[in-house]
């Protein structure tokens, strides 16, 4: 991937090393960028390490015990080292995180006015902006006087993200939005995801299990493996590449994903007997 200037980044991952219960060795020297205004996909297998990745940004680690160890996170140029979660919200940070975390008890209103108690002290005026998240979100608007604890599976990851949206954020993190949705529904969320990061240039580091869908969003993607990136590139040029679609996409008759490495080996195997 053509690497953007520094200053074109939203996110700057360098190096980080992360452990959790000062025994499991989670990350293991991860980078990774995200340019300004662009969708990024972090890919791979379960226990890969990319949630560990999005919580190493917005600093939720310690809430897991986890720690970082080395390296560093670039937030809009600045260590994020020195701020507290609450506070990345309100520089511009939003975590969506797996399993699509809402109030249950409180309406879809008032999820959002929750939402928006996060960014006191930001300077802004205080009443949200619901009209933003409605407009990407009508379904919602339709349900905003119910308990989110009735609203669908989709329904309450369109809440999940409609949280983050109200925060007006420059990075959303999106944690598998597509877990445990239909094709149908999964395919809307997407449609929304692209049309929020074209419409609001909010950049995204959108972390699937679901490659063929996150590639068909993304402008450029990672695929990590043991705590570690372990090939990058543009969505175009991964969705393409004979490799990722064999062993991430499913599409070379091998099913599952396999590992990156054994293709590796496999590949030096085969020059060695040729
Ligand atoms: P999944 O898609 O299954 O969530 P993932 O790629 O997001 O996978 P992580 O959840 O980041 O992977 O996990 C990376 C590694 O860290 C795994 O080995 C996992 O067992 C370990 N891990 C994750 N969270 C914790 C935790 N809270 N305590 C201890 N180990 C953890």
Redesign the pocket.
């Known amino acids: 991937m053509s690497q953007p200037l520094a200053t074109d980044r939203v996110l700057e991952v360098n190096n980080i090393e992360v452990v959790?219960?000062k025994a499991?060795q989670?990350l293991r020297g991860l980078s990774l960028a995200v340019p300004r205004g662009q969708i990024v996909a972090l890919l791979?297998?379960?226990?890969?390490?990319?949630?560990?990745?999005l919580?190493a940004v917005s600093g939720l680690l310690a809430l897991?015990?986890?720690e970082l160890e080395s390296g560093a996170v670039m937030f809009k140029g600045r260590s994020t080292a020195a701020f507290a979660p609450q506070e990345l919200v309100r520089q511009g940070l939003s975590h969506v995180m797996?399993g699509r975390r809402v109030f249950e008890d409180l309406t879809v209103e008032e999820n959002l006015v929750a939402a928006s108690y996060a960014l006191t002290g930001r300077g802004r005026t205080a009443k949200p902006d619901f009209d933003l998240v409605y407009g990407y979100f009508p379904r919602l608007h339709e349900r905003r006087k119910g308990l989110a604890g009735y609203l669908s599976g989709g329904e309450q990851q369109m809440l999940a993200i409609g949280r983050a949206l109200i925060a007006e954020p420059d990075l959303m993190l999106l944690?598998?939005p597509s877990l445990g949705l239909s094709p149908k529904l999964t395919e809307d969320i997407f449609g929304i995801i692209a049309r929020i990061n074209a419409e609001r240039g909010t950049s995204m580091l959108l972390?699937e299990?679901n490659a063929t869908v996150a590639l068909a969003v993304a402008h450029a993607g990672y695929i990590?493996e043991n705590?570690r990136i372990v090939i990058d590139g543009s969505a175009e040029r991964l969705a393409n590449d004979p490799d990722v679609r064999e062993f991430y996409l499913g599409m070379g008759g091998g099913g599952e994903a396999r590992s990156f490495k054994n293709i590796k080996h496999y590949k030096r195997r085969k020059r060695w007997l040729s």
């Open positions: 959790y219960n499991v989670a791979g297998s379960n226990g890969a390490g990319k949630s560990t990745t919580k897991e015990n986890g797996e944690d598998e972390v299990q990590m705590g």
